[in-house]
């Protein structure tokens, strides 16, 4: 099984959607989320998630397709 | 011998021992230098300093090293009293901070020297990165140095000149296709992988300590005391942090007095996360996807923007967002009243001190120290359209006369009436 820290960054108009319960259920991938901040016109979230490594590929590109917006943990890390 | 006693998340402050490791494994969050500061107050005076060697290692004691340095000589770089831009902008008390004359020619310098000592210490065999430019030459000039191996991932649509800065040390380059968040994601999992010593992601709390330095020379150099504004080029937000952190750490150590520093954030209009945050009073770092042509400060979601914001408000500070004509005009008054070239973030620098100035934030009596962070020859692209062009004329007298008949019979006459 793969572990992924990544965060995720919520356009406000999937804030009242279930995005990271779908992500789970469709891609049977756990997610355990360790920090967030989500209010009613944005958010983000810092999650591990755990699975086989081509379900976690597969929930990311569905996230990213979704809107959200997909970073590692450590964010930008290409810097100038 | 070294002052460290561990690291520390800086979300939920739970307690690591100093291992090559960048974030908390409770909730994630960015770790930090523990320091003894009891020890270094004890061993630390202005007079050792003073003695110690020309470099960011006079401050040796207030970085996360032991034994051995990777020393390409980085650091204590000029401070320059800037009297023609000072009257450009409004400003009596102008100070530059000229970082474009590091060895690598940009203060990358001060953040690799800590991060490849850290790598040698903790017995990696390769540095690495991923960047777009100044990191890369760092990188790759300081494995050089220090004999190691070094990775340094470039997106495959570099320009030519930014992979020369870098390929000249011989790193093993890689060029990733792929847009940034592509080659981001790839360098994170990479990092995760492989036992390198990625500088800026698993010895990320060691490198960016490196920064401080930037606060220590300048207030060494202004006579052992803190400026009233710091004007700061900011991508990810950790040099913007590092100068506060610096600073307060010299006024606890007893080194200087009472640090009232403003601290003021400059982004171009293109790339302004932290900025816009400010400006809009939130706590809320917004990603964006940058569009400008200051390349180095393009980083769309920062790592410690939310800190800086902190540090902005803690100080009293402000933020300030140019456009990329403005940041060229900035370049072109940088170097043509004070005979500094620097890259586009110095341009970032300048535009934004003058809006600063022009709003009444900086007042024209107060020290103002403007942070200059890299070399111009790195962004020849951004002016290549801007500046003089050179007038042609052929090899005879009678040519150049023609070109310049007007100005130089002008010259003539004044000439000969201040005689008379």
Same mark, same amino acid.
């Given at each position: 099984?793969?572990?992924?820290?990544?965060?995720?960054?919520?356009?406000?108009?999937?804030?009242?959607?279930?995005?990271?319960?779908?992500?789970?259920?469709?891609?049977?991938?756990?997610?355990?989320?360790?920090?967030?901040?989500?209010?009613?016109?944005?958010?983000?979230?810092?999650?591990?998630?755990?699975?086989?490594?081509?379900?976690?590929?597969?929930?990311?590109?569905?996230?990213?397709?979704?809107?959200?917006?997909?970073?590692?943990?450590?964010?930008?890390?290409?810097?100038? | 011998?070294?002052?460290?006693?561990?690291?520390?998340?800086?979300?939920?402050?739970?307690?690591?021992?100093?291992? /090559?490791?960048?974030?908390?494994?409770?909730?994630?969050?960015?770790?930090? %230098? %523990?320091?003894?500061?009891?020890?270094?107050?004890?061993?630390?005076?202005?007079?050792?300093?003073?003695?110690?060697?020309?470099?960011?290692?006079?401050?040796?004691?207030?970085?996360?090293?032991?034994?051995?340095?990777?020393?390409?000589?980085?650091?204590?770089?000029?401070l320059v009293k800037a009297e023609n831009l000072g009257r450009a902008l409004g400003l009596k008390q102008l100070y530059l901070k000229n970082d474009?004359?590091?060895?690598?020619?940009?203060?990358?310098?001060?953040?690799?020297?800590?991060?490849?000592?850290?790598?040698?210490?903790?017995?990696?065999?390769?540095?690495?990165?991923?960047?777009?430019?100044?990191?890369?030459?760092?990188?790759?000039?300081?494995?050089?140095?220090?004999?190691?191996?070094?990775? %340094?991932?470039?997106?495959?649509?570099?320009?030519?000149?930014?992979?020369?800065?870098?390929?000249?040390?011989?790193?093993?380059?890689?060029?990733?296709?792929?847009?940034?968040?592509?080659?981001?994601?790839?360098?994170?999992?990479?990092?995760?992988?492989?036992?390198?010593?990625? %500088?800026?992601?698993?010895?990320?709390?060691?490198?960016?300590?490196?920064?401080?330095?930037l606060a220590?020379?300048v207030?060494?150099q202004l006579?052992?005391r803190a400026p009233d504004n710091a004007v700061v080029p900011v991508?990810?937000?950790?040099l913007f942090?590092?100068i506060w952190?610096?600073l307060?750490?010299?006024?606890?150590?007893?080194?200087?007095?009472?640090v009232k520093t403003r601290m003021f954030v400059t982004q171009a209009t293109g790339?302004s996360?932290v900025a816009t945050?400010y400006e809009?009073?939130?706590?809320?770092?917004?990603?964006?996807? /940058?569009?400008t042509?200051a390349?180095?400060l393009?980083?769309?979601? /920062?790592?410690?923007?939310?800190?800086a914001?902190?540090t902005i408000r803690?100080s009293g500070g402000g933020a300030a967002m140019s456009t990329d004509p403005e940041i060229v005009d900035g370049m072109k008054l940088l170097a043509e009243t004070e005979g500094i070239f620097a890259e586009t973030a110095g341009g970032v620098v300048i535009a934004g001190l003058k809006r600063l100035v022009t709003s009444g934030a900086i007042k024209e009596d107060e020290l103002t120290v403007a942070y200059i962070t890299?070399?111009?020859?790195?962004?020849?692209?951004?002016?290549?359209?801007?500046?003089?062009?050179?007038?042609?004329?052929?090899?005879?007298?009678?040519?150049?006369?023609?070109?310049?008949?007007?100005?130089?019979?002008?010259?003539?006459?004044?000439?000969?009436?201040?005689?008379?």
């Amino acid at each position: 099984m793969a572990r992924r820290r990544v965060m995720f960054t919520f356009p406000p108009e999937l804030i009242t959607e279930p995005v990271i319960f779908n992500l789970g259920k469709q891609f049977k991938v756990v997610t355990n989320i360790r920090r967030a901040d989500v209010t009613e016109d944005r958010g983000w979230v810092v999650l591990e998630m755990e699975g086989r490594d081509e379900d976690i590929e597969r929930g990311i590109t569905w996230v990213i397709t979704k809107g959200v917006r997909v970073d590692p943990i450590g964010k930008d890390i290409v810097e100038g | 011998m070294s002052f460290t006693t561990g690291l520390r998340c800086r979300e939920c402050g739970r307690a690591y021992p100093i291992e /090559p490791i960048y974030v908390c494994e409770v909730c994630f969050g960015s770790l930090e %230098v %523990v320091y003894d500061y009891v020890a270094i107050k004890r061993h630390i005076s202005r007079e050792k300093i003073a003695a110690g060697p020309n470099s960011m290692w006079r401050y040796k004691e207030l970085l996360p090293v032991g034994g051995d340095v990777v020393d390409i000589n980085a650091g204590f770089t000029p401070l320059v009293k800037a009297e023609n831009l000072g009257r450009a902008l409004g400003l009596k008390q102008l100070y530059l901070k000229n970082d474009c004359v590091n060895p690598s020619y940009s203060f990358k310098d001060r953040v690799v020297a800590v991060a490849a000592t850290k790598a040698r210490e903790f017995k990696f065999e390769a540095i690495a990165c991923a960047s777009t430019g100044n990191l890369a030459c760092s990188v790759a000039a300081h494995a050089a140095r220090a004999g190691m191996k070094s990775y %340094v991932f470039i997106p495959s649509d570099l320009e030519q000149g930014k992979i020369l800065g870098a390929a000249i040390y011989g790193p093993t380059l890689i060029a990733v296709e792929g847009n940034y968040d592509q080659v981001n994601r790839l360098c994170s999992e990479l990092a995760e992988k492989y036992p390198w010593a990625f %500088v800026n992601i698993n010895i990320r709390p060691f490198y960016a300590e490196g920064s401080k330095t930037l606060a220590y020379e300048v207030a060494e150099q202004l006579g052992w005391r803190a400026p009233d504004n710091a004007v700061v080029p900011v991508a990810s937000g950790s040099l913007f942090n590092k100068i506060w952190k610096g600073l307060n750490e010299f006024h606890d150590l007893g080194l200087i007095g009472p640090v009232k520093t403003r601290m003021f954030v400059t982004q171009a209009t293109g790339c302004s996360p932290v900025a816009t945050a400010y400006e809009s009073g939130s706590n809320i770092i917004r990603p964006v996807k /940058p569009q400008t042509i200051a390349k180095s400060l393009a980083i769309g979601n /920062p790592a410690d923007g939310y800190y800086a914001l902190k540090t902005i408000r803690e100080s009293g500070g402000g933020a300030a967002m140019s456009t990329d004509p403005e940041i060229v005009d900035g370049m072109k008054l940088l170097a043509e009243t004070e005979g500094i070239f620097a890259e586009t973030a110095g341009g970032v620098v300048i535009a934004g001190l003058k809006r600063l100035v022009t709003s009444g934030a900086i007042k024209e009596d107060e020290l103002t120290v403007a942070y200059i962070t890299g070399n111009g020859l790195k962004t020849l692209e951004a002016i290549q359209n801007s500046v003089v062009k050179p007038i042609l004329i052929k090899p005879d007298i009678n040519s150049f006369e023609a070109a310049l008949g007007f100005k130089i019979a002008a010259t003539v006459e004044r000439n000969k009436s201040q005689v008379e």
